[in-house]
Nanobody
Framework: QVQLVESGGGVVPPGGSLRFSCVASGRTFSTSSMGWFRQAPGKEREFVAVSTWYSGYIYRPGDTTAIKGRFTISRDDAKNTIYLQMNNLKVEDTAVYYC???????????????????WGQGTQVTVSS
């Protein structure tokens, strides 16, 4: 059993910054992949970024929200923790953000939620003026 506990989130104006952390317990962290997803009201959960054991950090492909360049994922294996630093936040970044862990021992489709085995409780981010 793995538990993920998130912290961070809140209400910020456009252009603001936030930092999330997600602490994992229950298994060897360094051989797992951990990622961040988000879900806006009325929308499907979408991939944000992942730290994979086999290919490092991967971000959501370029689109109008331009995750890469504004968000930075990082991990600290000694603390069993991943982080998501979010800068220059936009109104469209408003969502519930979730961390997730995949225990798969082979490369996998990191962009789909079904690839992950455990999820954090989610934390709300509201970007509003």
């Amino acid at each position: 059993q793995v538990q993920l506990v998130e912290s961070g989130g809140g209400v910020v104006p456009p252009g603001g910054s936030l930092r999330f952390s997600c602490v994992a317990s229950g298994r060897t962290f360094s051989t797992s992949s951990m990622g961040w997803f988000r879900q806006a009201p009325g929308k499907e959960r979408e991939f944000v970024a992942v730290s994979t054991w086999y290919s490092g950090y991967i971000y959501r492909p370029g689109d109008t929200t331009a995750i890469k360049g504004r968000f930075t994922i990082s991990r600290d294996d000694a603390k069993n923790t991943i982080y998501l630093q979010m800068n220059n936040l936009k109104v469209e970044d408003t969502a519930v953000y979730y961390c997730a862990i995949s225990l798969r021992a082979t490369p996998f489709n990191y962009a789909v939620s079904q690839s992950y085995d455990y999820w954090g409780q989610g934390t709300q981010v509201t970007v509003s003026s």
